[in-house]
């Protein structure tokens, strides 16, 4: 079955194109865009460097002061897209999600830290003990809860003519 079959039959080579898509935006970015909201109601989004767990889980540091933060902790729900900004125009690829963000836990530090630092040498290793309170820095994850990727108007094998985002990991 071509991928154009596929298309018009909807079938599973279909949705796992897409999924492996998805991954592979993940796995090409550093930054993610976090998107919380404060206690006035008001938007706030942010980059943060990440490291994924697959596409369950994403992890970052971040001062207990800095805006998202603060947001965080008034309300875990967020909104999170990860993409190349530096394409041209027209030639996007990007996921989107919706999430729960939380601290890490202390009796789970030790293993998320090593597993943050982990991704590239170049980001700092932080100890489980620099990552808990007093501490001003803290590890963060968020775990999503609904997942789509940008499906470009001309994509060949997918596009309608507009830009939609379709469902992955279903």
């Known amino acids: 079955m071509t991928v154009r079959a596929a298309r018009c039959h909807g079938g599973p080579m279909t949705q796992q194109i897409l999924d492996q898509r998805a991954d592979a935006v993940i796995e090409a970015n550093k930054y993610l865009t976090l998107g919380t909201v404060g206690p006035d109601g008001r938007p706030w989004v942010t980059p943060v460097y990440f490291t994924p767990d697959g596409h369950d889980t994403f992890y970052w540091a971040s001062s207990t002061e800095a805006v998202h933060s603060a947001n ?20 996007a690829s990007a996921v989107y999600f919706r999430a729960r963000a939380e601290l890490v836990p202390d009796d789970e530090l030790e293993r998320c830290a ?33 997942h789509w990727i940008l499906v470009r108007g001309g994509d060949p094998d997918f596009g309608t003519g507009i830009d939609s985002r379709r469902p992955v990991w279903g």
């Open 114 to 146: 090593a597993f943050y630092a982990s991704r590239y040498p170049e980001l700092r290793a932080y100890g489980a003990d620099q990552l808990r309170a007093p501490a001003e820095l803290r590890l963060y994850r968020a775990r999503p809860t609904d």
């Open 72 to 91: 965080l902790a008034a309300n875990p729900d967020v909104s999170i897209a990860i993409f190349d900004s530096s394409v041209r125009i027209g030639g």
